[in-house]
């Protein structure tokens, strides 16, 4: 997989790094209980990194913090991504360690409650528990406000499996969650606005997963974002698994797109960046190009999956467009914003891919240059259409394509990285780095951007020109008093 920063694509399989692995207090006046300590262990996308930070914050009022140690914790919960294979192995796999850990714990007359969360809680169900006796507490995605009742049942003795698709409930909880004192926040933040997919592409488990598409309420949202800005929220990264599908009626009466968002949400302040992803192209209206071509505080990048460049295979997999739509597509967008990176996800060796279909693929890469791209081999997802196609494509195959792919697309990278040279443009610094002294922040285009400098910079944008650029981040030095920068 070519990935090119420290941000996972919605639906990236890879496990993340985060901030709510990092141990922080959350207190509450209703903690009468002991003290007790949540390990949260996250995989996937960024939705699942939002839902964490969720049920971390739910669990506050239980008398929970958390902790990086799985020894030390009272609860342990998975948060799991189901997109590709053998998602649901790793977890059996990782339970069977976990198991070693509680059992360590009980010689110590310590308890340890397991609960599994997420995409693979809702598929799987009641055969985790099956599977796996250790686990205490399955729990599918639309629930997770319901997790200290839950808990507690699971307490008493009961095995709980939950796996209700109820996402207003959900996004009602999360308002109300909001509507409480912010906490200090790191200086950027996801926020979902919309949950679920429609649009039952022949090889994903989405639509399946996590249900039907909605979308919170323009209120519900602004709000939220009000609230982060305050606590020190400087980016926010719209989240949805189709976000430009978002939709909401707006206080004005009129039904609102993404872009008239946008617009809305960059109007509040302290809130000196915008991202949103991910994408579908079929959802990209004339507002929300607009968007890019108007709103400084909307970051200059964009990903755009298109998962294959033969139109044969792009209505074999049910996108609804062809590869002359996304073409021209990308030329609007590059209209309003001819500055602007693209990212992609690109699958290869869906049923019945050719070379020929392959070699489009290719050449659509050629053609629109990406800054970065995330690429998979076709995974057969049970339940989904693709599964039961019976001109699958050798494993052989698809490694070799996908050799070649990645291959393209990281000297697109590189290309893109170069170009960024004796540029001077604003990083918004985000944490330390590995070496001392040195901060890391995030370039408009999303490129992780090192700079020695004092850590005191941490949560503010400064200029800073680029000297030199490794394999996935950008090397420079601050530029004191330079005011003219894409990004400020
Ligand atoms: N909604 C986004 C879109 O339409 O592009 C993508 C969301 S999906 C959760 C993230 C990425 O995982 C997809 O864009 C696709 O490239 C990849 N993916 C999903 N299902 C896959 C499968 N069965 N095999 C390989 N890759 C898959
Ligand atoms: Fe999956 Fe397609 Fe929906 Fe994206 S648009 S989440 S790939 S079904």
Not at 137 to 152: C, D, E, T
Not at 227 to 244: D, K, P, S, W
Request: aromatic share 6%; hydrophobic share 35%.
């Amino acid at each position: 997989m070519t990935q090119h920063h420290d941000m996972a694509v919605v639906g990236e399989p890879v496990e993340a790094t985060l901030d709510n692995t990092t141990s922080k207090t959350v207190t509450s006046a209703s903690a009468a209980l002991q003290p007790k300590k949540v390990f949260m262990r996250t995989y996937g996308c960024q939705m699942n990194v939002y839902d964490s930070d969720r049920m971390t914050d739910v669990l506050g009022p239980e008398g929970f913090t958390t902790t990086e140690n799985m020894e030390d914790a009272d609860l342990v919960i998975l948060n799991t991504c189901h997109i590709r294979e053998k998602a649901a192995e790793k977890v059996y796999s990782e339970l069977g360690r976990i198991r070693k850990v509680k059992e360590e714990r009980a010689r110590q007359g310590k308890e340890m409650m397991i609960g599994v969360a997420g995409c693979v809680a809702q598929a799987e169900g009641e055969e985790i528990s099956r599977r796996a006796p250790i686990v205490d507490l399955v729990i599918g995605p639309q629930s997770y406000h319901q997790l200290p009742k839950l808990l507690k049942t699971a307490r008493d003795g009961t095995k709980v499996v939950e796996t209700e698709f109820d996402i207003d409930a959900k996004f009602k909880h999360l308002s109300e969650r909001a509507a409480r004192p912010p906490l200090k926040r790191a200086p950027s933040a996801f926020l979902t606005v919309q949950e679920g997919c429609d649009k039952f592409c022949t090889f994903c488990v989405v639509p399946y997963t996590r249900g039907a598409e909605v979308s919170r309420s323009v209120e519900q949202i602004v709000t939220e974002a009000e609230l982060m800005a305050a606590a020190g929220v400087r980016e926010i990264t719209l989240l949805g698994q189709n976000v430009n599908g978002w939709h909401g009626a707006g206080p004005d009466g009129n039904s609102w797109g993404l872009g008239r968002l946008l617009y809305r949400l960059s109007e509040i302040d302290g809130l000196d960046r915008l991202r949103y992803t991910t994408s579908h192209p079929r959802d990209m209206d004339d507002e929300l190009i607009q968007a890019h071509r108007d709103l400084k505080t909307l970051m200059p990048y964009l990903h755009l999956p298109v998962q294959s460049g033969s139109d044969s295979i792009l209505a074999s997999m049910n996108r609804k467009h062809t590869r002359d739509e996304y073409f021209r597509l990308i030329d609007r967008i590059r209209e309003a914003a001819p500055d602007i990176a693209l990212s992609c996800d690109f699958i290869v060796g869906f049923p019945g891919e050719t070379d020929q279909d392959f070699q489009d693929t290719m050449d659509l890469i050629r053609r629109v240059e990406f800054g970065s791209a995330f690429s998979f081999k076709y995974s057969q997802r049970p339940g989904t259409p693709g599964a039961l196609m019976d001109n699958q494509v050798d494993e052989d195959i698809k490694s070799a394509r996908l050799a070649e792919l990645q291959e393209l697309v990281a000297q697109q990278q590189t290309a893109f990285n170069a170009s960024r040279i004796n540029m001077t443009f604003g990083v918004l610094f985000e944490r330390k780095g590995r070496m001392p002294g040195q901060i890391v922040g995030k370039s408009p285009w999303l490129q992780p951007v090192q700079v020695d400098a004092s850590e005191d910079l941490i949560g503010t944008i400064q200029p800073v020109e680029i000297l030199e650029i490794g394999r996935n981040s950008l090397f420079g030095q601050l530029k004191p008093g330079h005011h003219d920068v894409v990004g400020q």
